[in-house]
């Protein structure tokens, strides 16, 4: 039990990380949560009009995930990486340096998907892809592919991970509702795929 609980705050001290908020300040580009969603991630660093910080922020709370988990995995044993990502998508929405406001939890599920069982990580990635290029919502995407998880790992025999990928899901659309209040009404911002001439 005392190894979950290590597993956890180190999940959480990676997931509580404020990367969106550290490198739109390192770049000169101010608080991002005073633009558009006011969120700390990835989506709402590409407001800025950085692509490449952007990236760089995604890429960033991704590691937040996967990191704990495969150091849980190999220094406490079985359960401990379940542990870990819980940690850190708590520390993602809930860190406790932004008085609990974080971000949505997209990228560190992603992170901690490519921890726990690679191919889940790239079974999410090709469902975002899909469902992004077809109706062209990132926030439709994430719902689409976060949601596919659980089944996924039970189609693939991972039974441990069902239950666990079910919750994150859960925490995942609860930080999403109000973009699913914006897709019901239809007014949701679409992702614009054409070069800006």
Known sequence: ?????????????????????????????????????GNIGATNVLRTGNKKLALF??????LKGTIPVLIAAHFWGLNSDIAAAFGAMAGHTFPIWLKFKGGKGVATFIGVLFGLYWPLGVLFLGAWLLTALLF???????????????????????DR???PLAILVIVIWFMHRANIMRLLTHNE?????????
């Open 136 to 158: 062209r919502y990132s926030s439709l995407a994430a719902l689409v592919a976060t949601f596919l998880q659980p089944l996924l790992a039970m189609i693939l025999g991972l």
């Open 1 to 37: 039990m005392i190894n979950l609980l290590f597993a956890c705050v180190l999940g959480y001290a990676f997931g509580s990380i404020p990367f969106g908020l550290i490198i739109t300040n390192a770049a000169g580009l101010g608080d991002v949560r005073k633009i558009g969603s």
């Open 161 to 163: 991970l069902v239950m």
């Open 57 to 62: 922020t995604l890429i960033a709370d991704a």
């Open 189 to 197: 911002s679409k992702i614009s795929f054409a070069k800006k001439v």
